[in-house]
């Protein structure tokens, strides 16, 4: 009796692989010395195909399904095998599960830029990147022509090879596209279905197909992106002389609102000065370097605006000479009512430091005959 329970030991008979990971496209079933019983059941699920391999030839490819392992059901495993008794003994073979699923968000990107001749800006150098599915197809050629002997064989292993496929077609493609560089974000679907077709075939003699393919992103150096975000920005600002003048005028300005801040102001106003000189036709430079002016004095205060009230009546504004000229005709007298913008009501003029001081220098009316 224990010589029957170590025999039947030895024998499998169920082979199963339940998957929980997201990365391992081929799992070998191991036997660890041990035979598969004859009539063994084999479990393949849905997303699943288990490829046999006896005695280092492919012998049969199961897709998904239960299966009892009888000779009906093994055409060329029989083939490869001559045994004795309608073939009703055990029998020793690798078991390899293929993953069929998708497996998506795989990247892919240029090591090296592609050197590309752009209509408009000449020959450039770009990058691309982006990303990929790929599904199994053909579970027996990817064994045979990727996978080999490996027992756990994950996507890193494959990825490698399929962006060296897919860089070199895509720089192809890219290089002898003719479309200029600032309209291939608009044309990125065209671009990616082009790669796609194109490496197909080599992807297919792996026993791979990439259903999904993806260019997210075409871009230049960092220093040719800098000088076209220049070249964006003088385009939103327009005119260079008006530009020029309205930020010498802004600095001016800012400098009588700030007198503390006149050196500041000064230094900004004399760039702008210098850039209005050196300006010439669109991207020329001057033969000389322009010498900065140095920076005008702040314009006066604004001068006080006044109003006057006679009789219920009121007049103005007034600036000082008409208010000296008025005093001197005597329309303007120390009693007179007057206001300005900031006063608080109407005050005689007598009253009032400003004009108390212009009506002093106004010489008396001359003495009577």
Known sequence: MAIFDFLSGQFIDVIAWTDDT??????????YGNEIKYGAKLTVREGQAAVFVHEGQLADVFGPGLYELETNNLPIMTSLQNWRSGFQSPFKSEVYFVNTTRFNDQKWGTKNPIL????EFGPVRLRAFGTYAMRVTDPGTFLKEIVGTDGEFTTDEVNAQIRNVVVQEASRVLAASQIPVLDMAANTGDLAKIVRDAIAPTIQGYGLTLPEFYIENISLP???ERVLDKRTSMGIVGDLDRFTQFSTAEAMTKAAANPSGGMGAGLGMG???GMGAAAGPWGARPAEP???PTAPPPPPPAEAQWHLADDGQTTGPFGTDDLRRMAREGTLTRETH???PGQEGWTRAGEV????ALLAQIPPPPPAD
């Open 22 to 31: 997201r990365d391992t496209m081929v799992w070998r079933f191991e036997r």
């Open 116 to 119: 590309c001749r752009d209509p």
């Open 222 to 224: 960092e220093e040719v």
């Open 271 to 273: 760039m702008g000065l």
């Open 290 to 292: 322009a010498a900065a």
């Open 338 to 340: 007057v206001w300005t």
């Open 353 to 356: 430091p400003a004009l108390a």
